[in-house]
């Protein structure tokens, strides 16, 4: 069973391009980025070989299509001039449906369907509604569109014009690509990292929401992916389940301008039924709070999305390691964060030390808790145990001087997140503890 789980929009852009009109005759024209099967490529008109089109080749699904990010954005705000035409060629007479999708920014999203009814070009006029917004900075083009209309063609598209508004700002970047992972190869299973000498790769089936992939290497190939949560979230599957029971922790970068206030990262299982279960990141009720502006890295418990109902549904139990199905990257609601970078997704079967990114020898257990965590150590002894809430505040100080095992008692703590810097002969490791 393959379900793509609800981000806030479910389409995929590729690069960006000018503004209105688009004819197709310079190279920025081609950045469509083609969806749910449609081929979608820039083209010599077959009609007129001093020409050149966007064709657009369906794929036989219910909303199949492509789409592009422009530099300008569409002003639909003046319902007197918030038409959109362009020309539009069909492979046959039979009525046909599809629709015209404007995306993203502050104005949310827009659509309507126009219709074909002749062979050869034609000019369409989508004349849309009143109250419409003026900061549309995608277009989408469906094919045949709308619920059961799966029917097939090619079509080519050319001289699409529309009113344009202000210039899009340039988007925010980072300086330097993500630090190079370096948990040890045979421990990992990565799912989205090209700099760590890692081969053990989980691999996707399919893909769902909107995100680019962008290389921040300055002596060589970094690719990152590049999300805008305010346009729509990103995620991954597989068409049946993946057993990760191996693995402990989940691991990743990220990079956040400073627009953006949250992150959710959600891994998805199918065990009988498909279920999210997240981690927060800066927001109402983070688990740490969000770093911008500048590569943070992020180590999660697998434990943690074990011992956790699944807020999204409001049912009990944990996350199933044994029934892993799709991960994704998105935010509450898209007025929460803008531009965010991720790299070096992985699975790991150990955790990292904050500071030398040694292999943590630690563990805490129960965590989340409701009473107490213990911390141990089969190798070290333990000296002292210092708690820390997520604005920096010293809320437990335990020393107990060389000892394997530790009780903390969390009875007088604030559900959420807190930092354990444990310090023993080896130097100090942080740990993260979650409180129910």
Known sequence: M?????????????????????????PEDDNFGAFNGTVASVVVDPTDPTNQVLEMIGAGVDFDGAAMGLDTFVDLSNDATNIISM???????????????????????????FTTDMMGWQ??????????????????????STPGNTATGT???????????????????????????????????????????????????????????????????????????????????????????????????????NMSTELRFYIIDNNGAVVE????????????????????????PLSYFENTAPRSTGGTGGFSKANFFQWKIDASSNLQSDFIYVDNIYFSQQTLSSDSFKLNVFNAFPNPTQNSWTIQ???????????????????????????????????????????????????????KLSKD
Request: glycine share 10%.
């Open 155 to 257: 079509y080519y598209i050319d001289d699409i014009t529309g009113p344009n508004g202000a210039m899009i700002p340039v988007d925010p970047i980072p300086a330097t690509a993500a630090p190079n992972p370096s948990a040890p190869a045979a421990e990992v299973l990565s799912i989205f990292t090209d700099t760590g000498g890692y081969t053990n790769f989980w691999t996707r089936d399919y893909n769902f929401g909107q995100s680019n992939i962008v290389d921040l290497g300055t002596s060589g190939v970094n690719n990152t992916f590049k999300f805008n949560l305010a346009a729509a979230g990103y995620g991954e599957g597989k068409n049946g389940v993946v057993d990760i029971t191996a693995y402990n922790f989940l691991q990743f970068d990220y990079w956040a301008d």
């Open 2 to 26: 393959k379900k793509i789980t609800l981000l806030l929009f479910l389409f995929s852009i590729a690069g960006f391009s000018q503004s209105l009109p688009l004819d197709f005759e310079v």
């Open 377 to 431: 150590s089969a190798n070290n002894q333990i000296d002292t145990i210092e708690v820390y809430d997520l604005t920096g505040k010293l809320v437990l100080n335990q020393h107990d001087g060389n000892a394997t095992s530790v009780s903390l008692d969390a009875t007088s703590l604030s559900q959420g997140m807190y930092i354990a810097k444990v310090s023993s002969i080896d130097g100090i490791q942080n740990i």
């Open 87 to 113: 020309r539009i060629w069909a492979p046959d007479a039979t009525l046909r449906t599809h629709l015209l999708k404007f995306e993203g920014g502050s104005s949310g999203a827009t659509e309507l369907t």
């Open 277 to 300: 279960y997240w981690y927060e990141i800066g927001g109402a009720a983070p688990q740490e709070a969000i770093v911008t502006e500048a590569w943070t890295h992020v180590e999660i």
């Open 123 to 144: 000019t369409v006029n989508i004349d849309f509604g009143a109250g419409l917004g003026n900061e549309y900075p995608t277009i989408v083009i469906f094919t045949d």
